[in-house]
T-cell receptor, first 109, second 117 residues
């Protein structure tokens, strides 16, 4: 299926700071989705990006789709303890969604 | 109940046992999926049922057998598993728009934590 690389694998953030996680593909994507999985929980759909250069915001979260539709980023501002978890990007494959390895975020209070 | 419900939440089974995982979605979706989530590995797509028809996935061992009796229910039958099959098994559903191919987000269940001893 479709392969996507997510970096970094781990992100340790001081509370109040910003951070960004990236998702990269070697091929052009039709769309990309982002999910969040809290510790001990299950993935929860956050957003979908479809258009080249698209930017969408959800409160402190900003999602961006690259102009070439080969990469995407999730930027979180003023990180809070509630942001702890693993963030996955997911892209379509012939059978279903193919997920990246995820970025696991921990927050230092 | 709302969303996607999975039972049991936890399961411990021996390598010679036969067990089944159950998934039920109350969202009216037309596609259901089984994913495997192991430690330090990405989510692995195991099986897809789209409009109640199974999409083949030849990479999954035959000791895993899916069943989709209707659009709301999905089972994963397990037999003669190996310890490396221990993982979180997640069910998901989505509404596929086959005409426009516009994708929608997946709704996941809480998962079954499986331990094979």
């Amino acid at each position: 299926g479709q392969q996507v690389m997510q970096i970094p694998q781990y992100q340790h953030v001081q509370e109040g700071e910003d951070f960004t996680t990236y998702c990269n593909s070697s091929t052009t994507l039709s769309n990309i989705q982002w999910y969040k999985q809290r510790p001990g929980g299950h993935p929860v759909f956050l957003i979908q990006l479809v258009k080249s250069g698209e930017v969408k915001k959800q409160k402190r979260l900003t999602f961006q789709f690259g102009e070439a539709k080969k990469n995407s980023s999730l930027h979180i501002t003023a990180t809070q303890t509630t942001d702890v978890g693993t963030y996955f990007c997911a892209v379509p494959s012939p059978q279903g969604l193919s997920f990246g390895a995820g970025t696991t975020v921990t927050v230092r209070a | 109940e709302t969303g996607v419900t999975q039972t049991p939440r936890h399961l411990v089974m021996g390598m010679t046992n036969k067990k089944s995982l159950k998934c039920e979605q109350h969202l009216g979706h037309n596609a259901m999926y089984w994913y495997k989530q192991s430690a330090k590995k990405p989510l692995e797509l195991m099986f897809v049922y789209s409009l109640e028809e199974r999409v083949e996935n030849n990479s999954v061992p035959s000791r895993f057998s899916p069943e989709c009796p209707n659009s709301s229910h999905l089972f994963l039958h397990l037999h003669t598993l190996q310890p490396e099959d221990s993982a979180l098994y997640l069910c998901a559903s989505s509404q596929e728009d086959y005409g426009q191919r516009q994708p929608y987000g997946y709704t996941f269940g809480s998962g079954t934590r499986l331990t094979v001893v």
